[in-house]
């Protein structure tokens, strides 16, 4: 969060399930602080998947798992596609 601070992130890519804090926490956290930053989530999980698409505004895409690297590598080219 402290690079992003500085404008040093254009999107953040994370997965929802993780030990401390959710991706969703995340999510919700790093728009209150850099609104203009994308987020796109994954999960492998329909329920956490459901949840994330809920914050239509915040995330800019939900991956399902597992994924090829062509389909993750063209979520990253739409998302990062927002700035051009």
Do not use: H
Request: aromatic share 6%; charged share 25%; proline share 4%.
């Amino acid at each position: 969060m402290i690079r992003a601070a500085r404008g040093g992130y254009d999107l953040v890519v994370s997965d929802i399930r993780m030990p401390e804090m959710d991706g969703i926490q995340m999510a919700n956290a790093a728009a209150s602080l850099f609104p203009a930053m994308k987020i796109l989530l994954m999960t492998g999980y329909a329920d956490q998947r459901e949840r994330a698409e809920e914050l239509n505004g915040v995330i800019v895409d939900v991956v399902q798992k597992p994924f090829t690297l062509a389909e993750i590598r063209a979520r990253v080219e739409q998302a990062l596609a927002c700035f051009a």
